[in-house]
């Protein structure tokens, strides 16, 4: 029987044909799930943009503020520089009025302080103390102050003022940074880390009071910053080499830009994470698919052709028929399948009874034939028993014997015939050792201490070898005792064997033989031995010694050929 292939399963098949056929539908799915992730991701980076870019307009109005101040008191402060009295006054007004500076100054072109109005902050010295160490004219810059509770950042804005057509001093004001205005939610859900004010142009340090501590949240590499910064976002280690999300924003009017600092999850679990999602959907589609395919195989098919199976199986082992009812549930193509399988099987019942019905019929009848036939070879040997005890001539009442022992030879033959069970086969062995009993019986009944040996295995022929190989059997036996003799030291002996080897049978008849053979021969029973060795298909050896003559015969066992029939 040939091997079952696990692939060659119902389920196993339909799998790949139900994933090929999803095949596309995944793709498809991956490929917009992919999509609204890039989608997603591009969204995420706009928002974060655009907080960066609210803070920078936050950021730019306030210094839009204090340039409008600067730039006002620019327009006095000639006249102011002239009555510092009356100038310590003005600034102190306007600082009261502009409640975010915390520091204005006006300085002659020497850098000498002319007037100043300033406010404590945060509990530590006020810019005022530390603005004239600032030499440098740029309009706007960020600077750092130490305080009690840390360091602060300071925006500086300064003008120049003109006294009798050249500059004659620079007017500037301080305003502390105030922390961005980000909601928390949004810190939280966009992960910002921070916000800081930083000078791109330059390598100044961004500056900001925030929780920066050591610039370790900086880009590892500080000259990213310095590229044009409209809108700029990129992604950086920073410098514990931590992956994270920098966006610039550059304060309008102004050479200060805004650097956001946003956490990026970047560990293999986010990595797997950023993989997988995109298959989740196709592949909980896939299993969907595939449970429903199988359950759909089981119910509607594979149950029903496994119950016709248990059926088959049960049927040719032991013709045993279901006689339960018939499944509900059955599509019409399998329950139209079981019923030719119901029919089919009551068919074969039905004609198997036929057959052995006739089978039964033919064997009574084969084996009354024997029975017919043994009876009246018994008969005709009966009779030829009646001519033996009114013959006169001994010659005449040997030959009757003769033909009388070949006679019951035939008859012992269909006895058997009809008596076995073995499919019309005749244990050989039985035949032949029942053969030589009475041979020897009847013809060595004179002979005084005679030793007769057998060695007969079982074997088993059909008629066909079993006849020619008796009468064989009884004519060796029967020419054995015809001529046993023996020497003067020994007994007469006769030995008989059938012996089987795989296919190969061998007959062998051994009988003593005396210093003389006083009885004629009419050379008949050698004719018959090798007629019934043709017949047998074998090879025939003798060898005669001076004590013995033996008599062999190798043939085959055939199987049954059954004839040609007639048309």
């Not at 609210?54 to 306030?62: F, H, N, P, R, Y």
């Not at 999850?265 to 990595?271: D, H, Y």
Request: proline share 4%.
């Amino acid at each position: 029987m040939k091997e079952n292939k696990w692939y060659n399963g119902l389920r196993f098949q339909i799998v790949v044909l139900m994933s090929v056929a999803l095949l596309p539908l995944g793709a498809i799915a991956v490929y917009q799930t992919n999509r609204v992730e890039v989608q997603a991701k591009q969204n995420d980076a706009r928002i974060i943009l655009a907080v960066t870019a609210d803070s920078a307009k936050t950021q730019g109005l306030t210094l839009e503020r204090a340039k409008s101040v600067v730039d006002t008191l620019a327009i006095f402060a000639a006249d102011l520089s002239s009555t510092p009295n009356k100038c310590q006054s003005e600034l102190s007004s306007i600082l009261a009025a502009y409640p975010a500076g915390s520091d204005i100054v006006i300085r002659s072109d020497g850098g000498r302080v002319i007037c100043r109005a300033s406010i404590n902050v945060s509990g530590g010295a006020s810019v005022a103390s530390t603005s004239t160490a600032f030499e440098d004219t740029e309009r706007v810059q960020i600077v750092k102050q130490q305080t009690e509770k840390g360091l602060t950042s300071f925006y500086l804005v300064q003008a120049s003022f003109l006294v009798n057509g050249t500059i004659g001093g620079v007017v500037s004001i301080s305003v502390p940074q105030e922390d961005f205005p980000v909601p928390e939610n949004i810190r939280d859900d966009l992960a910002l880390i921070d916000l800081l004010v930083f000078t791109p142009q330059t390598d100044t340090m961004p500056a900001q009071s925030g929780t920066i501590a050591g610039g370790n949240e900086l880009p590892k590499d500080l000259s990213l910053l310095q590229q044009p910064n409209d809108g700029l976002t990129f992604t950086s280690p920073n410098r514990d080499g931590d992956p994270r999300i920098y966006t610039v924003i550059s304060i309008v009017d102004s050479p200060l830009a805004i650097l956001g600092i946003w956490r990026q999850e970047e560990s293999l679990a986010q990595v797997v994470g950023d993989f997988i999602k995109p298959a989740i959907f196709p592949t909980l589609m896939w299993f969907g698919s595939m449970a429903v395919a199988l359950l759909s195989i089981y119910t509607l098919v594979l149950r029903h052709l496994s119950r016709i199976r248990r059926n088959m199986d049960a049927f040719s082992k032991d013709r045993k028929i279901d006689q339960g009812r018939p499944q509900v549930a059955m599509p019409n193509e399998l329950r139209a399948l079981s019923g030719n399988y119901d029919r089919l099987t009551d068919d074969i019942m039905r004609e198997e009874a036929r057959l052995e019905d006739t089978l039964r019929e033919k064997n009574v009848l084969i084996k009354e034939v024997h029975h017919r036939v043994k009876n009246n070879l018994q008969l005709i040997a009966s009779i030829m028993n009646m001519q033996i005890r009114t013959a006169k001539q001994p010659e005449t009442k040997a030959v009757l014997s003769r033909v009388q022992d070949r006679v019951l030879s035939l008859a012992t033959i269909h006895r058997n015939l009809y008596q076995t069970q073995a499919g019309g086969r005749v244990d050989a062995g039985n035949l032949v050792a029942e053969i030589v009993q009475k041979s020897a019986s009847m013809g060595i009944a004179a002979q005084d201490s005679a030793h007769v040996e057998t060695d007969i295995d079982p074997v088993m022929l059909y008629p066909d070898q079993a006849v020619p190989l008796s009468l064989l059997v009884a004519e060796a036996v029967t020419n054995a005792v015809k001529h046993l003799g023996t020497g003067e030291d020994r007994k007469p002996e006769l030995t008989v064997s059938l012996k089987q080897t795989g296919d190969q049978c061998s007959l062998a008849v051994t009988n003593s033989i005396g210093a003389h053979d006083p009885q004629d021969s009419t050379g008949l029973g050698s004719e018959l031995m090798n007629a019934f060795v043709l017949q047998l298909g074998g090879a025939l050896t003798t060898k005669k010694t001076v004590d013995n003559y033996s008599f062999a015969v190798t043939f085959t066992v055939e199987k049954f050929e059954p004839e040609m029939r007639d048309f």
